[in-house]
């Protein structure tokens, strides 16, 4: 299966990175603006919608339009695993994994790692996935990263950003 992989270095301790990526409002101010994402519905593990924390077994209804140019495309994630669980912030290293339980690929499970190294946190997104099409879409798997790597630049950039700016 694909794998594609980004680390960057952000001077801000683990707690605070961590506490940003772990909201809603987190993934809306890290997504960039030419993938239309709007979210839909958001609910937490017991039913609770719009929780302040997205804990395992959370689940993201969005859509997406990249460019605005094909077609708006569903997107369903859900929080699968979350360590640690809760609001408890984390020590040396703390990571969540979600998944793509329907959306635009045939597999998506992308892992959010932090990793404490001083008063700063090294953040890593490890996305492994396969492209619709069946045997056309695995040849093309690889190709795909040329994609994700403007997406992810950009929010790894949006995220030293703001704790540059803080």
Same mark, same amino acid.
């Given at each position: 299966?694909?794998?594609?992989?980004?680390?960057?270095?952000?001077?801000?301790?683990?707690? /605070?990175?961590? $506490?940003?990526? +772990? @909201? &809603?409002?987190?993934?809306?101010?890290? @997504?960039?603006?030419?993938?239309?994402?709007?979210? =839909?519905?958001?609910?937490?593990?017991?039913?609770?919608?719009?929780? =302040? &924390? %997205?804990?395992?077994? +959370?689940?993201?209804?969005?859509?997406?339009?990249?460019?605005?140019?094909?077609?708006?495309?569903?997107?369903? +994630?859900?929080?699968?695993?979350?360590?640690? /669980?809760?609001?408890? +912030?984390? @020590?040396?290293?703390?990571?969540? &994994?979600?998944?793509?339980?329907?959306?635009?690929?045939?597999?998506?499970?992308?892992?959010?790692?932090?990793? !404490?190294?001083?008063?700063?946190?090294?953040?890593?997104?490890?996305? =492994?996935?396969?492209?619709? %099409?069946? $045997?056309?879409? /695995?040849?093309?798997?690889? *190709? !795909?990263?040329?994609?994700? =790597?403007?997406?992810?630049? /950009?929010?790894?950039?949006?995220?030293?950003?703001? *704790?540059? !700016?803080?």
């Amino acid at each position: 299966m694909p794998t594609y992989r980004r680390r960057t270095r952000i001077a801000a301790p683990i707690e /605070d990175v961590w $506490a940003f990526h +772990s @909201t &809603v409002d987190g993934l809306l101010e890290l @997504t960039p603006g030419w993938m239309n994402m709007r979210i =839909e519905a958001v609910e937490g593990p017991d039913g609770e919608r719009d929780p =302040e &924390v %997205l804990t395992a077994g +959370s689940r993201i209804r969005m859509s997406i339009r990249p460019f605005g140019v094909i077609p708006r495309q569903r997107w369903v +994630s859900r929080i699968v695993e979350r360590e640690p /669980d809760g609001e408890t +912030s984390p @020590t040396g290293s703390a990571y969540f &994994v979600d998944d793509m339980v329907d959306g635009p690929f045939r597999t998506w499970e992308h892992t959010h790692a932090f990793h !404490a190294d001083g008063e700063e946190t090294v953040l890593e997104d490890t996305v =492994e996935y396969r492209l619709p %099409l069946g $045997a056309l879409g /695995d040849a093309a798997g690889p *190709f !795909a990263k040329l994609g994700f =790597e403007g997406m992810f630049r /950009d929010r790894h950039r949006r995220t030293a950003d703001r *704790f540059d !700016a803080a």
